[in-house]
Nanobody, 117 residues
Framework: QVQLVESGGGLVQPGGSLRLSCAASGISFSIYDMSWYHQAPGKQRELVASITSGGTTNYGGSMKGRFTISRDNAKNTVYLQMNSLKPEDTAVYYC???????????WGQGTQVTVSS
């Protein structure tokens, strides 16, 4: 059974930082591409950042330079370091695991990030 469990969300003031974690089980983590998405109320889910099995990273436009995605294959965990947070970063953040060429992907349950003073 595949499980992706996000953690690290919470309430933070503008300009602050958070680090999200996503622990995976039930998959061969090292061969999967991993991504973070976020979804704000009333908006579509959008890509925040992704990292391939080989370590190549990609970022959504407004997050580039502020967020860093990384992975630890020994711990089956992907991270999202978020700095200089803005109120518009407020959303539920989801972790996704996908394997190139396969239609199916796996999602976590999400973790809430709220940026507010």
């Amino acid at each position: 059974q595949v499980q992706l469990v996000e953690s690290g969300g919470g309430l933070v003031q503008p300009g602050g930082s958070l680090r999200l974690s996503c622990a995976a089980s039930g998959i061969s983590f090292s061969i999967y591409d991993m991504s973070w998405y976020h979804q704000a109320p009333g908006k579509q889910r959008e890509l925040v950042a992704s990292i391939t099995s080989g370590g190549t990273t990609n970022y959504g436009g407004s997050m580039k330079g502020r967020f860093t995605i990384s992975r630890d294959n020994a711990k089956n965990t992907v991270y999202l370091q978020m700095n200089s947070l803005k109120p518009e970063d407020t959303a539920v953040y989801y972790c996704k695991a996908s394997y190139p060429g396969f239609a199916n992907s796996y999602w976590g349950q999400g973790t809430q990030v709220t940026v507010s003073s």
